[in-house]
């Protein structure tokens, strides 16, 4: 039986620090999009800085909506940006997801937030 207990112990303690941080532990800060070039090699900057409001060090995955003039989602992306390293309390990075969206003139607008939180 202590067996038993020591192993559940092992198996959720990686789960207890998966959920120590919350997405809205996280901000997005000076959020701007630009079209770097024109015509066929037109490609997007989608940067900002992830800021860690966490007591302590973790990962944030942002996800970005890139909308036409009515609203309707054209794309939505993913990215980790500090990849598989925590970012320490009050301290931020600096990230540029364009380079996931293909270029597409009908986008009017993009939501950003913070979809998931991971301690690496």
Do not use: E
């Not at 900002?48 to 309707?72: E, M, R, Y």
């Amino acid at each position: 039986m202590k067996t038993l207990i020591a192993s559940a112990l092992f198996l959720f303690a990686p789960l207890a620090a998966h959920a120590a941080c919350a997405p809205t532990d996280f901000a997005v800060q000076d959020f701007k999009m630009k079209v770097v070039g024109s015509g066929m090699s037109a490609r997007l900057s989608l940067s900002g800085q992830l800021v860690n409001h966490c007591a302590q060090p973790a990962a944030a995955q942002i996800s970005i909506d890139a909308k036409d003039g009515t609203g309707k989602v054209l794309q939505s992306k993913k990215g980790w940006p500090a990849g598989t390293t925590n970012i320490a309390p009050g301290q931020s990075v600096d990230f540029d997801l364009g380079r996931l969206f293909r270029f597409d003139p009908d986008m009017q607008s993009y939501t950003v937030g913070v979809a998931d939180v991971r301690t690496w």
